[in-house]
């Protein structure tokens, strides 16, 4: 049986690209550093590029809630001079504050109310920025969005010291006190007296400091408010009885971009650590006449011309990017860390080949072999690199299509600066051994090796008799004329060849592998089933970034008493008692969940002129005067009358055109929660009458949890595909590549990680990676000759060290990142981790011992050129 292939036709290409690019070789260094300069131009626009808003890059271009946003402001856009809390989803200048006795205690405490009133007081109007010209220093109070002036002042906490005072007059119940105050949304973790359900003790309280932001002066003005408070809290606040968390509007962003704070210096770490790997491994042993460095095929210079290639590719891909205008997002600080990987295991490769070419051909032939082998298994690695990349590019989730382009461009240009800068540099070297000359100062070896010789078998000669010394007499006059062997096996081959390779085809070697194998896929299913979803907020910043115990504490409020807005858009006639039965009916659906309080969580102003009219004992008369005229009267002159006026929008002839309700909310502090109150409550909505929309503070990252899988399997799925059409022995690789992929996404549960935006770069990442080391080995089996036993032999004797040394590189470039305290880059450092050692176990032991049982009719290909 033979398989038709592209292979042939791509080695014979490479076997002409070989000697053309020994002929222009000059040429080929000199291009892409041309290149490179140029493109480097584009970092000039680095930072105009740089986005970092995280509700943009880690939610879907699609997703719903920009829409549901989209319908609650423009019904009801904020107005800075009549701003309420709670009321608009604009706000993009603020400041929270949540605040807890350093106890852990109840702080309804007079002390505690007094500690935090005090704090409060000194935030509103002590701490000012200047203006731009100097001459004044702005407040809070310049600063504030306010309600007619008036600047809110958490008047909660005023109100909570006043109760205080007159001790168990005034009882305040839960979650709602009176009609239209919510307290779930200022006190927290709330103990209730059982008989009443009044407030009997509150761990958790919080403070809000609204801005201005509509003139660019004063959004200015407001942001430096905003770090001066940032200051303040980290710096100057020192206090004995209550401790705090905060943020403000920029505080995640910051969070985000300090990510890669460390960035240069963990870059500079790994790029030197890999310097020092690679020129240290590029040294070649040769074992006769004892176990020594061979100085003149050594290559260290080819080592680091490998490390500069990948440089030159990491200039050039993100110039193009940012010159195409592709947004640049701090995930992609990564990329640098990749394309390292995979340059120095290609680096690795292609010197394998060339030392198993014949030495005592000219260069131009050794090019002409080595690019023959080493450019198609090179291909195949960066083909199906770029097309996984390739891939992600078409994600929903922006911050993947950003990571994606970026590295799909930089990975195409470490390709083609594979064959081009670094083979040419392998082709001057390749003339610098050819000339016999030490491959760090170029100096003449072969006198010297002679020299060296003659020496060593003369000391062998004068222990040897006189008919042995003979023989001796006439092999050093050989010597003298005849040139160093030109073919060796270096010591690395010949221990994979030879003494590995013997030793993992034993049959009892192989009896215990396989029970390792299924041990390994065992576990990998379990985690699979067991695999948890959601990027959380503080997951995006560093570990000890004060945004992080913000958002801890924050998950408090989101047990219980986060409001759900309902915006109702087409609005029934109220005095149709059918029609008002339906409306009713809305608002018990969503009342009547897991994820809502029910009653006492709901803020709306029909139900509260109900209890009106209930208490006035009106007659529900089905008429304009009750159900228009005096409901828009009660709505202008009733206590709440503020407030519900935020809850309409008015008609040009003051009928309805939308209103809205609140619900409270319970239950939604997980990622899956919040995945699946979102779906639960918009499912409510659309089956609605009068048009329901729906919104709440944490849909924008449920819309991520709910396309996560989805869009993760659908990615795998297009990946596959695409490498079955690249590789060689497709069906094989497609397994293992399926095998080592369930290995990374099954231990990666098992070790902290979630399936999130950042796994699912990691997981299309991997695809690539696992076929890096698993088409190596595959494909030197098939091109080599024999029984399937000696085919395996044959494939670890030639590859079997360059796959070891590229995944061994990998794995010390990457391990930095482990003192990275922020959850993306350990996210990716786990990944590629596990990628490379379950992709080793793969190459160098399941697939070989596999292979070795395998009929050959499968893996028939021409070989001919």
């Not at 009885?241 to 920029?250: D, G, N, V």
């Not at 500069?308 to 200039?315: E, P, Q, V």
């Not at 390739?390 to 994600?395: E, I, L, M, R, T």
Request: with cysteine.
């Amino acid at each position: 049986m033979r398989i038709t292939s592209v292979e042939p036709e791509l080695r014979r290409f490479f076997q002409w690209y070989g000697e053309f690019g020994y002929q222009w070789r000059w040429f080929l260094i000199m291009s892409p550093l041309i290149i490179t300069a140029l493109l480097s131009l584009g970092f000039c626009r680095l930072t105009a590029l740089t986005i970092d808003d995280p509700f943009y890059v880690f939610t879907p271009v699609y997703a719903r809630w920009h829409q549901e946003f989209d319908t609650f402001a423009s019904l009801w856009p904020l107005n800075e001079n009549k701003f309420l809390p709670g009321k608009s989803f604009e706000m993009k200048r603020f400041i929270n504050v949540l605040v807890k006795a350093k106890d852990g205690g109840n702080l309804l405490r007079e002390e505690i109310l007094d500690e935090i009133q005090g704090l409060n007081q000194w935030i509103m109007f002590n701490i000012s920025i200047p203006t731009t010209d100097g001459k004044y220093n702005l407040t809070y109070q310049d600063l504030c969005l306010s309600y007619e002036w008036i600047c809110g002042t958490n008047e909660h906490i005023s109100m909570l010291q006043e109760r205080m005072k007159v001790g168990n007059f005034v009882e305040l119940t839960y979650p709602r006190a009176g009609s239209k105050v919510s307290l779930s949304l200022i006190l927290s973790d709330v103990t209730l007296n059982e008989s009443n359900g009044t407030i009997k003790a509150a761990k958790l309280t919080q403070l809000f400091y609204f801005l201005k932001q509509e003139a660019h002066i004063v959004r200015r003005y407001s942001t430096a408010f905003s770090y001066a408070v940032e200051h303040y809290l980290l710096h100057n606040y020192k206090s004995d009885i209550i401790s705090l968390s905060f943020s403000h509007y920029h505080s995640l962003q910051d969070g985000l971009a300090e990510n890669a704070k460390d960035f240069t210096w963990n870059f500079l770490t790994s790029f030197s650590l890999l310097c020092i790997y690679a020129t240290i491994f590029s040294y070649v042993l040769k074992k006769h006449p004892r176990t020594s460095i061979d100085w003149v095929r050594s290559k260290p210079y080819v080592a680091c011309a490998g490390l500069i290639t990948t440089l030159l590719a990491m200039c050039s891909g993100f110039g193009l990017a940012l010159m195409l205008n592709i947004p640049y997002n701090v995930i992609n600080t990564i990329i640098p860390f990749l394309i390292i990987a995979i340059g120095v295991d290609d680096m690795f490769v292609m010197n394998a080949c060339w030392n198993q070419t014949d030495q005592t051909d000219t260069v131009s032939k050794r090019m002409s072999n080595m690019m023959a082998h080493a450019g198609v298994t090179i291909s195949i690695t960066n083909i199906t690199d770029i097309l996984s990349f390739a891939v992600g590019c078409h994600s929903e989730l922006p911050g993947i299509q950003f990571f994606c382009s970026y590295a799909c461009i930089t990975f195409i240009f470490c390709y083609l600066y594979q064959f081009t800068f670094f083979m040419a540099f392998l082709a001057i070297m390749g003339s610098v051994e050819m000339n016999q000359r030490h491959c760090l100062l170029f100096y003449k070896a072969d006198e010297k090796c002679v020299k060296k010789e003659m020496i060593n078998s003369a000391r062998f000669c004068n222990s040897r008799n006189d008919y042995d010394n003979r023989l001796c007499i006439t092999t050093i006059s050989q010597l003298k004329t005849q040139p160093i062997e030109k073919k060796k096996n270096t010591w690395t081959q010949y221990f994979f060849g030879h003494i590995y390779a013997q030793f993992i085809l034993r049959k009892e070697c192989a009896i215990l592998t396989y029970i390792f194998y299924f041990i390994y896929i065992a576990v990998a299913v379990i985690g699979c089933l067991n695999y948890s979803e959601g990027l959380e907020p503080e997951n995006l910043v560093t570990n000890n970034h004060y945004t992080s115990h913000y958002f801890a504490d924050l998950k408090n409020f989101w047990v219980r008493g986060t409001q759900l807005h309902v915006a109702v858009l087409h609005p029934p006639n109220l005095t149709d008692p059918i029609q008002r039965e339906k409306m009713m009916a809305v608002v018990q659906a969503f009342e009547n969940t897991e994820y809502t309080l029910g009653r006492d969580g709901t803020i709306f102003f029909f139900l509260e002129y109900l209890n009106y009219l209930d208490e006035v004992n009106a007659e529900l008369e089905n008429t304009e005067r009750i159900w228009n005229t005096k409901l828009l009267s009660w709505l202008k002159y009733t206590g709440g009358s503020n407030q519900w006026a935020t809850d309409i929008h008015f008609n040009e002839n003051g009928t309805f055109q939308a209103f809205r309700f609140q619900v409270a909310m319970q239950n939604t502090v997980s990622a899956n929660q919040h995945k699946n109150a979102a779906q639960k409550l918009r499912e409510i909505a659309d089956r609605q009458p009068f048009k329901i929309e729906v919104f709440h503070e944490t849909f924008p990252f449920a819309d991520q949890y709910i396309i996560i899988v989805p869009s993760t399997i659908r990615s795998i799925i297009i990946s596959l595909i695409c490498m079955a059409t690249v590789a060689s022995s497709g069906a094989l690789i497609i397994i293992s590549i399926i095998s080592i992929n369930t290995g990374i996404f099954g231990y990666m549960t098992f070790w902290g990680v979630h399936l999130d935006a950042v796994s699912m770069i990691s997981i299309i990442m991997s695809i690539g990676f696992a076929v890096d080391l698993s088409s190596h080995i595959t494909y030197a089996f098939v091109m080599a000759t024999g029984s399937s036993r000696e085919r395996v032999i044959h494939a670890l004797e030639s590859l079997g060290w360059p796959i070891f040394q590229g995944a061994a590189s990998t794995i010390a470039g990457v391990s930095v990142l482990y003192t990275v305290n922020a959850y993306i880059i350990l996210t990716f450092f786990k990944t590629i981790w596990l990628t490379m050692v379950i992709g080793l176990l793969h190459g160098l032991l399941f697939i070989p011992i596999t292979l070795s049982f395998f009929p050959l009719s499968p893996f028939l290909c021409s070989k001919k050129l």
